[in-house]
């Protein structure tokens, strides 16, 4: 199975500040990754998929990035909605493997 | 407007049997994959497996000996059995659209709530 690693496991993060959010795979995964947010008490929302596409209708503050085995997640200014946990899944191989997830503060 | 909403017992007896029921709008089962995947409160998510449109299925290796999936597509709606419960499968239950062809999640449901205990 592919491994996901995700760091840091935590952050905060002040209102208008860039984040950053990283996500490593055990092999090489050719883009295939896609970031998802999700808040207390709800479901995974899709914010990007194919390592940089932006899922429709979300926010154009949120960017990703990489390839091969290294990704990222970008928040380019820090907003109080963003508040919540991120996580990464690869969709090259099954079964699909998800990271453990960013958990998101406001500072 | 596409909708999964799944439902079903919130509590199992440990080694009994659970079963929960995805009901989709807005899209066919025909047309869309949809998968089963969990989440341990507080904790991370795991894929559990899918049925394809075309009806057939696949399984983490890890539950395959355990759980089946099937749908009745005249109703909409795409069951999970899993037997031999045990505290490590509490968890929320989610069903969630896969993008065509993509292998991500762009609709899920809002979660079903399992707890194993007598």
């Known amino acids: ?107 | 407007q596409v909708q999964l909403k799944e439902s079903g017992p919130g509590l199992v007896q440990p080694s009994q049997t659970l079963s929960l029921t995805c009901t989709v709008s807005g899209f066919s089962l025909t047309s869309y994959n949809v998968h089963w995947v969990r989440q341990p409160t507080g904790k991370g998510l795991e894929w559990m497996g899918v049925i394809w449109t075309g009806g057939s299925t696949d399984y983490n290796s890890a539950l395959k000996s355990r759980l089946s999936i099937s749908r009745d597509t005249s109703k909409s709606q795409v069951f999970l059995k899993m037997n031999s419960l045990q505290t490590e499968d509490i968890a929320t239950y989610y069903c969630a659209r896969e993008v065509p062809g993509k292998d991500y999640f762009d609709y899920w449901g809002q979660g079903v709530m399992v707890t194993v205990s007598s």
């Open chain 1, 1 to 107: 199975d592919i491994q996901m690693t995700q760091s840091p496991a935590s952050l905060s993060a002040s209102l208008g500040e860039t984040v950053t959010i990283q996500c490593q795979a055990s092999e090489d995964i050719y883009s295939g990754l896609a970031w998802y947010q999700q808040k207390p008490g709800k479901s995974p929302q899709l914010l990007i998929y194919g390592a940089s596409s932006l899922q429709d209708g979300v926010p154009s503050r949120f960017s990703g990035s990489g390839s091969g085995t290294q990704y990222s997640l970008k928040i380019s200014s820090m907003q109080t909605e963003d508040e919540g946990v991120y996580f990464c899944q690869q969709g090259l191989k099954y079964p699909l493997t998800f990271g453990s997830g960013t958990k998101l503060e406001i500072k």
